[in-house]
């Protein structure tokens, strides 16, 4: 018996080490981890993978964890027990970027994005206005070392579309969309006159108001005037913000906007485009394949917002759709790279853009595109991004300025009254942060 249990304990520690000794050579041998929130590219995702593995031999995990919100708190998570995946994205803004990176968990991609690899520099190959949302310049108001800090596997603008089967039946040029204010306006009253509705955008989400009301203030103002203004040198009560905010006083005025639009999420906004129950949309490119979803027969076209002047450009939220980072902490740090580099290369960029119908971050790729897409891609040049502004606004002032517009448009506050409140708000947090 006293053989017996010095065997068995003898033959459980043996079994202990082998499970060890397999746990470890497990953990060195199961490939890269990779945690992403789209749920719309899974399955694209997945059929990478397997290329992945089958051309280089290292296995490639894609771990979906939707919604966003979910997503997010996994990754925040994860980052104070010191176990995000080697390959991630961040959602937020950026100064939670910017923490993660200050934390040591986001590597600082610069060094590979600038290498000569193949006869071309890595960084040359992508657009440079969405490589722009994940860079620190010099002097970054975070504090963070200058750098890029994220790799982006796909490209989005934000404007608007219309519906070319309604402007058909309303007697409009289904090839012409307005193009400045009054000729939306104008298109307006005659899609009215034929029983049609008219705008519709998830105004229910105030990120939404938010990137319509900039596109407005910048075509207005101008960039420089808006920054001034976030900086505390130009108040909300100058009369170019209460021209912006007139503007949605205007679309209250004439009922523009579909019933229930002021609280409506983009997902039914999506929803009630697709369907034909409105003849404009405030969306982003990736609409291209939710439309495709709801209904593959739908017939319309992509526009920048309408000029409210001729004075400045129209500018749109645009830049990287979805990006990855490096987990610095990682020991496949250059396995992820090279990962992501093979991401971002031609044919798994086209590949990306037809199963997901977004528009690819390579440039090379950009000829292999949808009609549709390419309209939202000739416009890219005209994109901006809150990630790439020099300063940025209190986040309970513009909390406040699009809680405003959303007042204005319920026919509750005048614009000069949302101007007003806002300003005393951000006199009021401005305080607070000497």
């Not at 975070?142 to 070319?164: E, W």
Request: with cysteine.
């Amino acid at each position: 018996m006293k053989y017996s249990l010095k065997f068995f304990i003898i033959f459980f520690l043996a079994l202990c080490f082998a499970g060890c000794s397999t746990g470890d050579k497990k953990d060195l041998s199961d490939g890269l981890k990779v945690w992403h929130w789209a749920s719309d590219r899974e399955s694209a995702f997945q059929e990478l993978a397997k290329r992945y593995e089958a051309q280089f031999h290292v296995p490639v995990r894609f771990e979906l964890y939707a919604p966003s919100e979910a997503y997010a708190q996994r990754v925040k998570a994860a980052a104070q027990t010191n176990k995000l995946p080697d390959i991630y994205g961040i959602l937020g803004e950026k100064r939670d970027f910017a923490s993660f990176i200050k934390s040591g968990y986001v590597a600082d991609l610069t060094p590979s994005l600038n290498s000569d690899g193949g006869g071309f520099v890595w960084k040359d190959k992508l657009f440079e206005k969405a490589l722009a949302v994940n860079e620190f310049a010099p002097g970054n108001e975070y504090g963070v070392n200058p750098g890029i800090y994220g790799v982006p596997l796909d490209v989005t603008t934000i404007q608007m579309v219309y519906n070319k089967k309604l402007y058909e039946k309303a007697g409009l040029d289904p090839g012409r969309p307005p193009q400045t204010w009054e000729e939306f306006l104008s298109h307006s009253s005659v899609l009215k006159a034929q029983g049609i509705p008219r705008f519709v955008s998830g105004f229910g989400e105030i990120w939404l108001i938010d990137a319509f009301a900039s596109n407005l203030a910048m075509n207005i103002m101008g960039e420089e005037k808006v920054f001034a203004t976030y900086a505390g040198k130009v108040p909300y009560t100058d009369p170019d913000w209460v021209k912006v905010l007139a503007l949605f006083k205007q679309m209250a005025d004439e009922g523009i906007l579909v019933e229930g639009a002021v609280t409506m999420v983009n997902k039914m906004a999506e929803q009630t485009f697709a369907n034909e129950r409105a003849a404009y949309a405030f969306n982003g490119s990736w609409c291209v394949n939710v439309y495709k979803g709801m209904n593959p027969d739908l017939q319309y076209g992509a526009m920048l917002p309408p000029k409210a002047t001729n004075l400045n450009p129209m500018r749109i939220w645009g830049g990287a759709g979805t990006s990855f980072v490096v987990n610095q902490k990682s020991g496949r740090r250059e396995k992820a790279i090279q990962f992501l580099k093979w991401l971002t290369e031609d044919a798994q960029q086209a590949f990306l853009s037809v199963e997901t119908q977004n528009l690819p971050v390579s440039k090379s790729s950009i000829g292999r595109i949808s009609p549709i897409l390419a309209e939202f891609a000739d416009d890219m040049d005209n994109a901006t991004h809150p990630n790439v502004y020099p300063v940025h606004e209190i986040s309970a002032v513009t909390e406040a300025f699009d809680k405003g517009i959303q007042s204005i448009l319920i026919g509750e506050k005048t614009p000069n009254a949302v101007a007003q409140e806002v300003q005393r708000i951000k006199e009021k947090e401005s305080k607070k942060n000497q």
